[in-house]
């Protein structure tokens, strides 16, 4: 059967649907291609039928030629049901399908059994490259709420566009410069501690830094003494550099401890440090342009006619900002990467400095300008531990794996089973911590609450990873093998096919995720896939039924295994085996 979206997902069912219905159209409209045609089909928004034709859309190639009711009426006298289209009916300007569900579902469970791990997966990318800044903590400070969105939701967008045929380049981007970095050589020479640095550095450094802004507010001279030492490190001093080096390099290994538990994964490790000559490059650029204006001594681009106000690019002393570091690192990286789309998850907070940031690089005549994107995301509200305000993710990971453990350790049979119950219940908390971040709209500020996280029968992360763990139960309990000949006539149950129909979305679901780089979107079908699972659990039994019908339910409980675990692996779970 030919198909009418190349960008479309080659695994799609939907799109099987969609071109089994234009096969009809077509010699309908003869002077309509088959993309034209499809752009009339769609999804219906009503439980009563599957697909609707969309007469008026005839309008965008050329002058109706009839009542929109009259044409619907007269396709759907000369369109057929076949092996797959079941119902077709005219409702006023529209033309009404329904598609065969028992040809769906065998239809899906072919493609999952052939294609497994990469079931949704396409070459929408073809190759292309797409960068992703995301974490980014800064030094010395520590591992936040704020941070933890960004490494999900950043985490979340490098694994989409991988599954969608891109190359993709994630990076953190290390907040490891700036004057601050000066106030804590000041803050280490008063409080610093050998033992401590190397026990805990990011914990240390921050207990330094919380003590010596403290100490500066009583006395603003310290601020001083900063600036000199951040300006040494921009000129190059050596012990300047030293010092800040060494808190660079042992915070770099406490963070990937925390990563490593996170099961998130960087290409590179950059910082605003590496970029003093691409600096340099482009404030000559700028200055060439004629964007520079000067301010006593200081200097910045005018953003007025854009109403973007000034944007501050050198401090009279001579040291720079976030925004001159980053013109600098957008120019290295398409250098480099040559990107199709470039992606800066960071807080909704920073919108304007990102607004500045990429009218500054259109007005310095850099045409890939466009292809860079600020995506943003609300606030976490109330992340503590049960004991009080705490902010470093060590702390919340820890509780959560407590909590859960807890949890499991109530049910004594199930718990006996599990061969690594710190491991299982460290997943089964972070699943929690993930998946109610990423269950409001990125854009959302949301309250952080223990008893919702940990709730393994609302829509929260134990929830899916219970709808996993169980569906490996049924393979490990059944005591049927798993046979991709199985005759899956004999699965005719309205739960079964509701089951299919909710993994046949998963690729459509999984594209439109990505283009509204969205992890909510991959989330809530998550939710909807687990509940179909957990009906069709209720009714259709495997132990203890026929070879054939056992057989044959196993094949579709294994196909509902795969497309779940697929969509949670692109979340950055890891989907248990058991709980």
Not at 155 to 173: D, E, K, M, P, S
Not at 213 to 221: G, I, L, S, V, Y
Not at 417 to 434: C, K, L, R
Not at 453 to 467: C, E, N, R, S
């Amino acid at each position: 059967m030919e198909t009418t979206n190349n960008n479309a997902p080659a695994n799609s069912i939907d799109d099987q649907f969609v071109d089994a219905i234009i096969d009809q159209l077509q010699p309908l409209n003869p002077n309509l291609t088959r993309v034209q045609i499809s752009e009339m089909v769609g999804r219906s928004t009503k439980k009563t039928n599957d697909y609707t034709i969309m007469v008026a859309k005839l309008n965008k190639f050329g002058k109706l030629p009839g009542n929109p009711a009259a044409i619907a009426a007269d396709w759907a006298s000369k369109m057929s049901p076949n092996d797959w289209l079941s119902e077709i009916a005219a409702a006023g300007p529209l033309v009404t399908i329904n598609i065969n569900k028992s040809k769906l579902l065998k239809e899906v469970i072919r493609l999952v059994v052939e294609q497994k791990e990469k079931y949704g997966c396409s070459k929408e990318g073809n190759g292309e490259t797409v960068v992703v800044e995301f974490s980014s903590p800064n030094i010395a400070k520590p591992f936040h709420a704020g941070h933890l969105r960004s490494t999900i939701i950043g985490n979340f967008l490098q694994n989409i566009h991988r599954a969608l045929g891109y190359n993709v380049v994630g990076i953190n981007y290390l907040g490891d410069w700036g004057k601050q970095y000066g106030l804590l050589a000041v803050g280490y020479d008063r409080y610093g501690s050998e033992e401590q640095l190397k026990a805990d550095a990011i914990r240390h450094l921050y207990d330094i830094y919380v003590k010596i802004n403290a100490d500066a507010e009583a006395t603003p001279t310290i601020h001083d003494e900063a600036r000199l030492i951040f300006k040494g490190m921009e000129e190059g001093d050596e012990k300047a550099l030293g010092i800040w080096k060494r808190f660079r390099d042992l915070s770099i290994e406490e963070y990937k401890k925390i990563y490593q538990r996170l099961n998130v994964h960087f290409d590179v490790y950059a910082g605003e440090s590496l970029l003093s000559e691409a600096m340099e490059k482009q404030f000559k650029a700028l200055e060439e342009k004629g964007l520079l204006t000067d301010d006593k001594g200081a200097r910045m681009i005018d953003l007025k006619p854009y109403k973007l106000n000034v944007a501050l690019v050198k401090k009279t002393d001579g040291t720079t900002l976030y925004i001159t570091r980053d013109i600098a690192a957008a120019y290295e990286r398409f250098q480099e990467y040559k990107f199709k789309k470039m992606f800066y998850v960071v807080a909704a907070q920073q919108n304007f400095h990102f607004q500045q940031l990429f009218k500054i690089l259109e007005l310095m005549g850099y045409e890939w300008a466009n292809r860079c994107q600020h995506i943003s995301f609300g606030m976490v509200k109330g992340m503590s531990t049960r004991k009080g305000t705490v902010v470093f993710l060590q702390d919340i990971l820890t509780e959560a794996n407590r909590e859960m453990r807890e949890i499991m350790e109530k049910n004594q049979e199930k718990f006996a089973e599990i061969s690594d119950p710190d491991m299982v219940a460290d997943v089964v908390g972070m699943s929690a911590v993930f998946i109610q971040d990423m269950s409001a709209g990125r854009n959302k500020d949301y309250e952080f609450a223990w008893d919702r996280v940990l709730d393994a029968k609302g829509h929260t992360g134990p929830y899916l990873q219970f709808a996993h763990a169980r569906l490996c139960g049924v393979e490990r309990k059944a005591g049927v093998a798993i046979n991709l000949d199985a005759n899956l006539d004999l699965v005719t149950e309205r739960e079964a096919l509701d089951l299919a129909v909710a993994i046949s979305k998963y690729p459509a679901a999984l594209s439109l995720a990505a283009q509204l780089a969205e992890p909510s979107t991959l989330v809530t079908y998550l939710f909807e896939l687990s509940h179909a699972i957990s009906v069709a659990h209720n009714v259709l039994w495997v132990k203890g039924q026929p070879r054939d019908i056992a057989e044959a339910r196993m094949l579709l409980y294994y196909a509902a295994r795969v497309t779940l675990g697929n969509g949670m692996r692109i979340l950055g779970l890891t989907p248990l085996e058991r709980m």
